[in-house]
């Protein structure tokens, strides 16, 4: 089955700097790469997507980029502010009958003011 | 459009009793998902379903657990002879699903608690 690795586990930025954050999978059948964002005490929202078929994906100050050779994709977050503290969760799919999200562990994102 | 509605959001259940948690997809979704969360880990995926079928069961225990979305109401997922063990965040995701793989958006959960 799939399995997605999300690296580092914890990452402290200072306020206005930029957060990257890779995640792998080894599963070359998955399609669809969602982020998530989970808050303490709230469920994962849904922050950012990115299909196989394009190489990167942007949203204001969140991008999505995709290596599907690598297997590969990485969350950026620019001009970081307080709120974006909380933890990013990777996950992949391949869709269908086979949509269930395989999720890495998580990362703690903490933006310094 | 009201999003994914968990209740109860907080359930505290004694050794061998029985837990129902359930979940109303957001409207026009006919896909659910239920994922549960260990505390300091990932979402583990549990089972996926549409009305009235279980699409896919393949991380679900084999034992003490069930789910269900039936025609009319929301999805419920049952544990019965609850253990420790099966203290967690039990979340719930819907989809409108019609093949390809589409977004999934996450109710607000349930965190069982057994004591």
């Known amino acids: 089955g799939e399995n997605v690795e999300q690296h580092p586990s914890t990452l402290s930025v200072q306020e206005g700097d930029s957060a990257v954050i890779k995640c792998t999978y080894s599963d070359s059948a998955s399609n669809y790469f969602p982020w998530y964002k989970q808050e303490l005490g709230k469920g994962p929202q849904l922050i950012i997507d990115?299909?196989?078929?394009?190489g990167e994906k942007k949203d204001q100050r969140i991008a999505v980029t995709l290596n599907k050779t690598a297997k590969h994709f990485s969350l950026h977050i620019t001009e970081t502010q307080p709120e974006d503290s909380a933890v990013y969760f990777c996950?992949?799919?391949?869709?269908?009958?086979?949509?269930?999200?395989?999720f890495g562990k998580g990362i703690t994102l903490s933006v310094r003011p | 459009n009201a999003g994914v509605m968990q209740n109860p959001r907080h359930l505290v259940r004694r050794r061998g009793q029985e837990a129902r948690l359930r979940c109303s997809p957001m409207?026009?979704?006919?896909?659910v998902y239920w994922y549960r969360q260990l505390p300091e880990e990932g979402l583990k995926f549990m089972v996926y379903l549409q009305k009235e079928n279980i699409i896919d069961e393949s991380g679900m225990p084999k034992e003490r657990f069930s789910a269900e979305f039936p025609k009319e109401g929301p999805s419920i997922l049952r544990i019965q002879q609850v253990v420790r063990g099966d203290s967690a965040a039990y979340f719930c995701a819907s989809s409108p699903g019609s093949g390809g793989a589409t977004e999934a958006f996450f109710g607000q959960g349930t965190r069982l608690t057994v004591v």
């Open positions: 409207k026009g979704h006919s896909h």
């Open positions: 990115i299909r196989s078929n394009v």
């Open positions: 996950a992949a799919s391949r869709g269908g009958a086979n949509s269930k999200l395989t």
